[in-house]
């Protein structure tokens, strides 16, 4: 019997166990906001750095980043606080069963597809949230419940200018719109122009920290985009418009 195998017990199995949950819930929280993730992969990045220059006895790095470790994480506590809290929100309430994914029927897609192209007609604004992975309920909850099906003519009311609802974006998750005049973060982007209008920034934020997938409609010029992975995409046609969602939504 190998000499490790005797120094196992119950205790040990125990003290395993726990560092194995704890490493989990870590990687849920983390991997949950890409926001957050970001910042825990520089702060691993960081500690890293610090471990190197120990190792080398390299006095100088030492002394610099020493105290970087501790200084970054009240940073990380500070800055992302609402980022923080607003996770810890959507793990506390997630209802999405074992993880699941649910998407939207063909005929959802089409409905979204078409109500898109009837506000872009129109040139009126309209931002549909696709919900995926990450659940979206720490919006949903601050805006106006729905639970309706989803169809072209409930979109279109939705965001007819001068209508209660018209302001704020529709969460979609699969074939149900699950509220109405939810507003998301905006993004702090400095990469996209000055220009650009808050609903896209709306749209770019949401995209940002979750895996959602936004359909905008711009007011000013009627022009149909997908914010996705913090990437605003212009849709040239209808094609372009319906391969897109077919990817996301499949």
């Known amino acids: ?7 196992l017990s119950w205790w040990t199995l125990l003290d395993f166990y726990l560092i194995y949950i704890l490493t989990l819930l ?9 926001r957050i993730l970001s910042m825990f992969m520089f702060y691993l990045a960081m500690l890293l750095i610090v471990y ?7 006095k100088m790095s030492e002394a610099i980043y020493g105290q970087a470790p501790v200084i970054f994480l009240i940073f990380m506590i500070v800055v992302g606080s609402p980022d923080i809290r607003l996770t810890l929100e959507s793990l506390w309430k997630e209802t999405t069963k074992g993880g699941a994914i649910i998407m939207g029927s063909d005929h959802t897609k089409n409905e979204i597809i078409k109500a898109a192209l009837l506000l872009s007609k129109q040139s009126i604004g309209g931002l549909i ?17 729905l639970n309706s099906e989803v ?3 409930l979109l279109i009311n939705i965001f007819t200018p001068n209508t209660p609802l018209h302001d704020g ?28 209008g808050s609903r896209h ?13 936004t359909v905008v409609v711009s007011e000013e010029t009627g022009t149909i985009s997908l914010a996705v992975n913090g990437v605003m995409t212009k849709m040239k046609d209808e094609n372009t418009l319906n391969e897109y969602l077919s990817l996301f939504m499949k």
């Not at 019997?1 to 120094?7: A, F, G, K, N």
């Not at 870590?26 to 890409?34: A, G, M, R």
């Open 151 to 153: 169809s072209h003519e």
């Open 1 to 7: 019997m190998p000499e490790w195998v005797s120094l």
């Open 129 to 145: 949230t696709i919900e995926k992975h990450n659940n979206l309920d720490q919006y949903a909850q601050r805006a106006i419940t």
């Open 52 to 58: 190197i220059a120990n190792l080398l006895g390299l």
């Open 201 to 213: 920034r709306a749209a770019i934020g949401i995209s940002e920290i979750t895996d959602s997938l």
């Open 169 to 196: 974006a529709v969460i979609v998750r699969g074939d149900k719109i699950v509220c109405a005049a939810a507003y998301f973060v905006l993004s702090s982007n400095e990469s996209f122009e000055k220009t650009t």
């Open 26 to 34: 870590i990687l849920k929280f983390v991997l949950h906001n890409k």
